[in-house]
């Protein structure tokens, strides 16, 4: 079944030594035990040396010159500065966000956080502590992850499609190849294919004469049954192309009685197909009943053709708002029940059955369970699903009710294994570039893309407002400054402080549009009430119980 175009298969499998048995490990030393918690202390000693060593250095160093030195260049920059520097830090911080997103829909991930992992992490020690012992249990669920995932992302032939991949060795694999690749119409392929066959049974009867004489022989007649076995099927499919759907179910059918083994070509799939387009449902039903069983493999075209015939006994009558006012019946609630399975196994399916996305032409190579099968179970059973009243009705008010059940796919699921996290790289691979992948479960946007567009926004906003107000900044400039450095001889100015220096250069600007201090003080205690103003005949303007240190 796994990428089989039923032409000599041949899988490798290798074997990995077993684990040692939990517990068995030998005890560790007084060293081993020592060096394993200076590791893990590592950096907390090496950051509480560095500050000791800075405290004690802080007087050859001129740490407090050169801090009021630091203060005295920070006081003398003008607004026009810090305009510069927030609108280049929102620039840089911009650009850093849009290659973070592109990079994230590309590959699906942060770029930060890949350079963290691979280059930050080793430097820091951060690969040692997550390495298990080789004989612990997280060891142990590890492995047996990895190797689930990697038979679950297999690729497999697609059924349905117009396949390559024969071996040319011989007259009958010859004329696949022009089959394949010279016939321009589904009828000259036809006549290619018909003399295929005809080379095909000699050299298939011929190889069954000599299939006890060695192994050899019986690796060639293995490969020989493989080649006709395709050939037949290639014929089955070029009549359901040409509307000869009858001869293509008597073929398949043929086929599946005289070579069982070999339903790793997914015959059934192809007869379940035809079948579809007969309308012969009770067939249909007959095929699912000896093919959907818990010991076979799954398919998309399986579990979602399982579901279309129960949706189709209550489709033409189901109604939302009726549901919801008496309840689903036991037929409502089966058909519900299959979708919910089918919706389980290939997540990406309804999308495109409901042309929420739209379709291209399927590949040569699909993944189970991926967005490559979605598409080609949708392309050729779209139609199915129309034919049937109200089918697609009841899969759109009931597919997305499978991931409340299933509320974190990637670790443990409801009928099936839990969804393999490695088809969004194989789909990538097998779909075109211009096709947008579907992912299943959708993930959230990284850190990294929050923080570089908070740090964009943020960085703009300032640029802006000091620019429109830069003597309001300025003063909170200060105030900030003045709380992180403090300053010798000086008060260091509060929160309240702060506003009231704002205040005061809004005074400045208030007192040039007044006629005279009445009016001014007037306007000021209908705007402030809670200030109190102190007159000093001595100065032309008001004076405030709170003012800012200069």
Known sequence: MADGDGLGEATAAAASPPAPAPGLSPPLGWRER???????????????????????????????????????????????????????????????????????HKHGTSFIEQVSVSHLR??????????????????????????????????????????????????????????????????DAE???????????????????????SPQHEAQLRRDTNVLVYIKRRLAMCARKLGRIREAVKIMRDLMKEF??????NIHENLLESLLELQAYADVQAVLAKYDDISLPKSAAICYTAALLKTRTVSDKFSPETASRRGLSTAEINAVEAIHRAVEFNPHVPKYLLEMKSLILPPEHILKRGDSEAIAYA???????????????????????????????????????PYPSCTETADRELLPPFHHVSVYPKKELPFFIHFTAGLCSSTAMIALLTHQFPEIMGVFAKAKEHALLGREHCTRPTYEESWMGVLHIMLKRYSGCCANEDQLEHGLLGNFPNLTPLRDHTLPTFSWKATVVH
């Not at 405290?55 to 010159?65: F, T, W």
């Not at 109200?390 to 008010?397: D, E, F, K, R, S």
């Open 34 to 104: 020592l060096r394993a918690g200076l590791a893990g202390t590592g950096a907390s000693l090496w950051f509480v040396a560095g500050l000791g060593l800075l405290y004690a250095l802080r007087v050859p160093l001129r740490l407090c010159e050169n801090l009021a030195a630091v203060t005295v260049f920070l006081n003398s920059l003008t607004p026009k500065f810090y305009v510069a520097l927030t609108g280049t830090s929102s620039l840089i911080s911009g650009l850093i966000f849009i290659f973070e997103w592109w990079y994230f």
């Open 122 to 187: 080793p430097l820091m020690g951060g690969t040692e502590g997550s390495i298990s012992e080789p004989g612990s249990p997280s060891s142990s669920r590890e492995s047996e992850t990895s190797r689930q995932n990697l038979s679950e992302c297999k690729v497999w032939r697609n059924p349905l499609n117009l396949f390559r991949g024969a071996e040319y060795r011989s007259c009958a694999t010859a004329y696949v190849l022009l089959a394949e690749e010279e016939a321009t119409t589904i009828v």
């Open 191 to 213: 006549r290619l294919f018909k003399q295929a066959l005809k080379a095909g049974e000699t050299i298939y009867r011929r190889s069954q004469q000599c299939q006890h004489q």
């Open 260 to 265: 069982p083994p070999l339903t790793m070509l």
């Open 379 to 417: 392309f050729f059973h779209l139609q199915h699903w129309k034919r049937i009243e109200g089918a697609l009705n009841l899969l759109q008010c009931t597919w997305e009710g499978t991931f409340r059940m299933i509320p974190y796919p990637l670790e443990k699921g409801h009928l099936f294994y």
